[in-house]
C-alpha cells in the first residue's frame, strides 16, 4: 500500500441526533398533506376497491379499505368532513358483511350496495385527507391503533339495528 495516500475519512452514522429527517418533519407538520401523499392514499385505496370489485381482494385490500374507512370515520369524529358519517357508517357495514361472508365462502365477492358504499367512503376520505393537516392524519391513526390494541372494533351487531340482527339471525 502507498503511503502518500490518506486513510478514507469515515463517516460516523451516531452523530445523526440533532438531523430531522424529511418523514418526520412531515409528520410533525400542520400544514395541510402534500398532495403527493393524499394521492398515494387514494390510489392504493382505489386499486384495493378495484382487486375486490373483480375477485382478486385478499387480506391485504381488505385491510386497506378497512383503514380507509376507519381513518375516516375518526376523522369525521374529530369534525373533519362530519357529514360523511353516514357514509363511512354504511361503508364499515359493507365491510363487516363482506368479512361475514368470506368467512362463509372463503372469498371477498362485493354486492353493488357495498360497492357504491365503499366508493362513497373513498371519495370523502379522498377530501377529508385534503383538507386536514398531516398532524390530525397522524393523530387518527394513533387513535386506531390504541382503539385496536384495545379490542374496541366494531361488530356487524354494533352496526345493524338490533331487528334487522335478529332478522339475518332467522334466515
Known amino acids: 500500500m502507498p503511503t502518500n495516500k490518506r486513510p478514507r475519512k ?6 445523526t441526533r440533532g438531523h430531522t429527517g424529511a418523514i418526520t418533519r412531515l409528520l410533525m407538520s400542520t400544514e395541510p398533506m402534500p398532495l403527493e401523499n393524499a394521492i398515494d392514499v387514494a390510489i392504493f385505496a382505489r386499486n384495493s376497491l378495484e382487486a375486490m370489485r373483480t375477485g382478486r381482494g ?17 376523522l369525521a ?20 358483511t ?19 358504499a365503499l366508493r362513497d367512503a373513498i371519495t370523502y376520505h379522498e377530501l377529508q385527507v385534503q ?12 387513535t386506531l391503533r390504541q382503539r385496536l390494541a384495545s379490542n ?14 335478529t332478522e339475518r339471525k332467522q334466515a
Not at 469515515?10 to 452523530?15: M, T
Open 10 to 15: 469515515r463517516r460516523n452514522l451516531h452523530k
Open 58 to 74: 385478499d387480506d391485504d385490500h381488505y385491510g386497506a379499505l378497512a383503514n380507509v374507512t376507519n381513518i375516516g370515520f375518526l
Open 77 to 96: 369524529e374529530r369534525g373533519i368532513g362530519e357529514e360523511a358519517w353516514d357514509a363511512f357508517r354504511n361503508a364499515q357495514l359493507a365491510l363487516l
Open 98 to 116: 363482506l368479512l361475514e361472508r368470506k368467512q362463509k365462502h372463503g372469498r371477498y365477492t362485493l354486492t353493488a350496495s357495498e360497492l357504491n
Open 131 to 142: 383538507n386536514s393537516t398531516t398532524e390530525e392524519v397522524r393523530d387518527a391513526l394513533t
Open 152 to 165: 374496541q372494533v366494531l361488530t356487524l351487531k354494533d352496526v345493524l339495528p338490533s331487528t334487522q340482527t
